[in-house]
């Protein structure tokens, strides 16, 4: 099964940046930037990688990106992202940028999008990886912050895919939101948001029928719901499930009682993602290992995840098909 998902071509959708920023690079940058982290070492920085709910991660994440400052820096942690992509078989991604967690610190725009444009610009070269980007509003800070966001983004948004909506989800429900993403959608960016992964099936309902999103990142509390599972079907919407990062962040104590079967089972479309590989413990592949393990998945419902990641990507319809046609391909040959 290993192997068999090593070599699976499939597609990331539900990633941050921010999130890939794997300890030893963290320094690395800190060291050239000549900023002073409050941990001595590498080892120490990862110990402080345990928490219990979702804000005690973002205290650290937040902290972890305060080191990103000039072009390189974001192009470097992109690519080392994408070079993880390249050995496990991941063809194409969608990534998530936070521009408001660098603007405090008088990191601009421009910055932020040209380091990560040109390392997906080197990686489609050098890898034939394709990848879209995702511009996501942090929800604990106001709807006018983030349209000043949604402004600084128009001069680059030929190179911004869609916006999502991210960070502390409990008391900062989809609503909040409902302008800037009319707003968003006006200027043709296509609607995602998290919802449900700490916050109820109320806030999933919010964040499509409110916010019109197109796909659901997490959504696992949608289960809640047994109409909502039903509008998410026939809205045919899927959701992009992040195992380890759900039993990191404690939204399943145990993966043997992570909910991804019973989704499958109700009709539901799920992606399998890595979220933040760096703080969770593991890359998308390792993601699929775990839960395959603890799920007893066959080869047939890992196909069928992989041909998800595809078919819910934002991809055209004919870049799809070649990657479906290359995935069915696979599939014959390996099951
Ligand atoms: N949830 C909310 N915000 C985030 C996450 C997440 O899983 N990762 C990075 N920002
Ligand atoms: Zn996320």
Not at 8 to 33: D, M, S, V, W, Y
Not at 60 to 65: E, L, V
Not at 134 to 158: D, G
Not at 268 to 290: C, H, M, R, W
Request: aromatic letters at 10%; a negative charge; one cysteine or more.
């Amino acid at each position: 099964m290993k192997i068999f998902i090593q070599n699976l071509p499939k597609a990331e959708l539900h990633l941050h940046i921010e999130g890939t920023f794997e300890a030893e690079l963290l320094f690395k940058i800190a060291q050239r930037n000549q900023i002073k982290l409050p941990y001595n070492s590498v080892e120490e920085l990862a110990e402080a990688y345990h928490f219990n709910c979702l804000q005690d991660f973002l205290d650290i994440y937040y902290q972890g990106a305060g080191v990103l400052l000039y072009e390189q820096d974001f192009y470097d942690l992109t690519y080392s992202y994408l070079t993880k992509c390249a050995e496990q078989n991941v063809r194409h991604t969608e990534i998530m940028f936070d521009p408001q967690t660098h603007a405090d610190r008088g990191v601009s725009f421009e910055t932020i999008i040209n380091g990560i444009s040109r390392a997906t610009a080197d990686a489609e070269k050098n890898f034939g990886i394709t990848s879209f980007l995702i511009m996501s509003y942090l929800r604990h800070l106001s709807e006018e912050e983030a349209f000043k966001t949604l402004a600084q983004s128009i001069p680059f948004k030929h190179q911004i895919k869609a916006v999502g909506l991210d960070s502390s989800e409990k008391g900062n429900p989809p609503s909040k939101f409902q302008n800037v993403f009319k707003a968003s959608v006006l200027e043709g960016y296509i609607p995602l948001a998290h919802a449900g992964e700490e916050g109820n099936a109320d806030y999933v309902w919010e964040a499509i029928d409110l916010l019109g999103i197109k796909r659901i990142d997490h959504g696992n509390n949608s289960l809640q719901d047994e109409k909502l599972v039903t509008e998410i079907i026939k809205r045919d919407l899927a959701l992009t499930v992040c195992p380890l990062s759900n039993l990191a962040l404690k939204v399943v104590d145990n993966l043997k009682d992570h909910p991804l079967k019973k989704m499958m089972n109700l009709g539901l479309k799920v992606t399998i993602n890595s979220d933040d590989p760096a703080y969770f413990g593991g890359q998308v592949n390792k993601n699929y290992e775990a839960i395959q393990v603890a799920l007893n998945l066959t080869k047939e419902d890992l196909y069928q995840l992989a041909k998800n990641s595809f078919e819910y990507s934002l991809l055209d319809d004919l870049t799809k098909q070649k990657n479906i046609q290359e995935l069915d391909k696979y599939y014959q040959l390996n099951s």
